[in-house]
């Protein structure tokens, strides 16, 4: 069952709270078709909140510190539900050769989809990881690789299967962490921008894709007043683009120029006779369908007037919905080429508004491609000798290589168009994952006329309910191999090392940043990162207080105000305890006296 205030995708394209379902409505299924809601149940259980797994370093570093809003990740893909709730995973299959050379053989690990029977009786399937050791000879060797051979023709690069979320913890550490939820493409769309210009829903023409490309471009450099877009007039493919697309509406962009010449070009969309026709002829928002649309379609919010990607654009035909990205990268995104694959592609679109990130993100995984969200504070910067003041923006890092070269195929830009790609994969997208109790709550269950899974409103695949959700279920296993980062709060199953007293454990990020820099602090157990240690190094050293009573002096933690211990050997049971380091301090102190005594 899943907790009131979870968003399910409904047929038409809207989002809708599971709380305020009723029976005989159409919901959303996994590949695009609809499925009516036969039955409704409600109940007060315990429930998980599952949370995609991220880099983002929420409680960590200085800038989370400083800004109270980059704190948060912002559409960070996850769902709430209760203990019993079915989880469609998939987990790679492919088998492994390790080298074991304190037992001197090679170790060939694989995995089966086996029952198991767990201790309430239930059999379900999970896989199961084995091994085979082999003689570390040439002819060892030779038969482990055949072996490994045969196992990789028979078992498959992938296995998906269905698991509670109460049975997570039956999974063998490697294989919870390599099993993975998906989100799904939206093949469909609501044709509300087609019906809207032509009549039709389902028509996809060349002018309703130039309007939504106009649309983009607008929300991402358009002023609000009237239909004007700045263009940079280094661009000259895109201002030849605006002129060639504008064209087809009957708009006929215009600029004047300042006293002094500016880069940026303030583009005025005029609907009627060409520029050298007579003024009275033509109209910047009278009869502008450009215009129109803005304000008939809430481009443009009515209680303030500020811009927005309203929700309809998130559910738009897919042509639709690549069009309109594509004219926001022409006018706010920066276009770059992976290196690792080759034909891979990211994109960075910086904005201040909250829709339309919202909008960027929810387009971005509908077209089938991978976004993530970062944050820069605001701050006051100087700009040739003026004083800029610099709002808090949202940068979405967009990735992808078919469905993004499309998207890019629509472009105008000379630096950001590229071909359009012959054949577009649009599969689902892979995430890990992390599942954290709440508490009681309260929860619907809702039942369809479908065996397919249904889309949440942030594309997540996710089952209906059935008979095993609608009670409370014990959750009978606790949690095994969770580890914990005693330097942050990062825990997990693996990728954990020893600290410096070989008594705890540190997770890899921090573990990396000891290694390189050498510093902790002896408070809190922080490894601060290198510009937190350059700060602390022009603030000089001071005395402090060690939790013993002794006073040692040394760079002051940004986190604590406690005192930051430089290690020059680094690693467990190399580092001298703190009572070695107060008697050293001491005895050095001595020596100094004796000296100066003498």
């Not at 800004?67 to 948060?72: C, E, I, M, T, V």
């Not at 539900?81 to 690990?109: D, I």
């Not at 939504?212 to 201002?239: C, F, N, Q, R, Y």
């Not at 599969?427 to 006329?449: A, C, D, H, L, Q």
Request: aromatic share 8%.
């Amino acid at each position: 069952m899943l907790e009131e205030g979870t968003k399910l995708l409904m047929a038409n394209g809207q989002n809708k709270d599971v709380g305020k379902l009723d029976v005989g409505e159409m919901v959303m299924c996994e590949d695009g078709s609809c499925a009516k809601v036969t039955s409704i149940d409600r109940d007060v259980q315990t429930t998980y909140q599952i949370l995609q797994k991220t880099k983002h370093r929420v409680n960590e570093g200085e800038a989370a510190e400083i800004d109270p809003l980059r704190r948060q990740i912002y559409h960070r893909l996850g769902f709430r539900c209760t203990v019993a709730h079915q989880l469609g995973l998939r987990t790679s299959m492919k088998p492994s050769v390790e080298n074991c050379f304190k037992r001197n053989h090679f170790k060939v690990c694989w995995k089966n989809l086996e029952d198991f029977l767990t201790l309430d009786g239930r059999i379900i399937k999970i896989p199961r990881t084995h091994h085979k050791d082999f003689p570390m000879t040439p002819e060892g060797q030779l038969a482990a690789k055949s072996f490994l051979d045969e196992k990789e023709s028979n078992i498959g690069r992938f296995v998906e299967y269905e698991i509670q979320v109460r049975d997570l913890d039956i999974l063998e550490a490697q294989v919870r962490v390599n099993s993975f939820l998906r989100f799904n493409p939206l093949l469909e769309g609501n044709g509300i921008l087609s019906e809207f210009l032509t009549g039709r829903k389902d028509l996809n023409l060349p002018a309703v894709l130039t309007m939504a490309w106009l649309l983009g471009l607008w929300i991402g450099d358009g002023t609000t007043k009237e239909p004007e877009i700045s263009v940079d007039s280094h661009d000259i493919s895109l201002m030849e683009g605006l002129i060639e697309r504008g064209k087809i509406w009957g708009l006929y962009p215009e600029y004047k120029d300042e006293q002094i010449p500016l880069r940026a070009k303030h583009v005025k969309l005029f609907y009627g006779s060409e520029c050298d026709g007579h003024r009275r002829n033509r109209h910047l928002r009278k009869n502008n369908p450009f215009w129109n649309c803005v304000v008939n379609l809430k481009f443009k919010r009515e209680l303030d007037g500020e811009k927005q990607i309203p929700l309809f654009m998130w559910t738009e035909n897919l042509k639709v919905r690549e069009a309109f990205l594509a004219g926001l990268i022409d006018s706010d995104g920066y276009v770059s080429k992976r290196k690792n694959p080759l034909d891979s592609f990211k994109v960075s679109i910086q904005t201040v508004y909250p829709s339309i990130m919202g909008g960027i993100v929810h387009i971005t995984r509908s077209l089938g491609m991978p976004v993530t969200v970062t944050t820069r504070s605001a701050k006051t910067t100087t700009i040739i000798g003026r004083k800029v003041s610099c709002h808090f923006t949202y940068d979405c890092h967009l990735a992808g290589r078919t469905p993004l070269q499309k998207v890019l195929s629509y472009c105008r830009s000379g630096h950001k168009r590229k071909t359009e790609p012959d054949y577009v994969d649009r599969t689902p997208i892979y995430f890990g994952f992390n599942e954290e109790k709440r508490g009681s709550n309260n929860v619907v269950g809702i039942t369809v006329n479908s065996d397919k899974r249904i889309l949440l409103d942030n594309k997540i695949v996710v089952h209906a309910c059935g008979d095993h959700c609608k009670e409370e279920q014990p959750r009978l296993t606790t949690t095994r191999c969770l580890k914990y980062c005693i330097a942050c709060p990062r825990k997990g199953v693996r990728y954990f090392y020893r600290d410096w007293s070989g008594r705890h454990l540190i997770c890899g990020r921090c573990y990396g940043r000891y290694k390189f820099s050498g510093y902790r602090c002896l408070h809190c157990q922080y490894v601060p990162e290198s510009r937190e240690i350059k700060k602390a190094k022009l603030r000089g050293e001071e005395l402090g207080t060690l939790s013993d009573g002794a006073t040692v002096s040394g760079l002051i933690c940004g986190r604590c105000n406690g005192i930051l211990k430089f290690d020059e050997v680094r690693g467990p049971r190399k580092v001298p305890t703190t009572m070695d380091i107060s008697t050293n301090i001491s005895i050095s102190n001595i020596s100094s006296d004796i000296s100066v005594t003498v």
